[in-house]
């Protein structure tokens, strides 16, 4: 099992900036890749950007793509997302995912992932 817990969510004006950070622990060994999800109100759950633990290779959805920047610090377990010029349609709760080895790579998809945070909400003002 793999534990993970996300911080740094809050309140921010358009166009300001926010890191939000996910500590994983237990079976890190297997985790093979770590990824963001978000969760707007009445909308789906959707990918947001992935990173592949032990190369680190990075992968974005389009619509944040020069915006979001996704990272890991592999000493700590933990894994980042900065965001820079928020906009207010970036509101909603974001989840951090493990994929365990194994699991596939199709870090874009949900249902891949094996372990997920319990969320952490940004709210983006206009």
């Known amino acids: 099992q793999v534990q993970l817990v996300e911080s740094g969510g809050g309140l921010v004006q358009a166009g300001g900036s926010l890191r939000l950070s996910c500590a994983a622990s237990?079976?890190?060994?297997?985790?093979?890749?770590m990824g963001w999800f978000r969760q707007a109100p009445g909308k789906e759950c959707e990918f947001v950007a992935a990173?592949?633990?032990?190369?680190?290779?990075?992968y974005y959805a389009d619509s944040v793509k020069g915006r979001l920047t996704i990272s890991r610090e592999i000493a700590k377990n933990t894994v980042y997302l900065q965001m820079n010029s928020l906009k207010p349609e970036d509101t909603a709760v974001y989840y951090c995912?493990?994929?365990?080895?194994?699991?596939?790579?199709?870090?874009?998809?949900?249902?891949?992932?094996?372990?997920w945070g319990q969320g952490t909400q940004v709210t983006v003002s206009s």
């Open positions: 995912a493990a994929l365990d080895i194994g699991s596939g790579t199709n870090f874009r998809d949900q249902k891949k992932y094996d372990y």
């Open positions: 237990g079976r890190t060994f297997s985790m093979y890749a």
């Open positions: 990173i592949r633990w032990s190369r680190g290779s990075t």
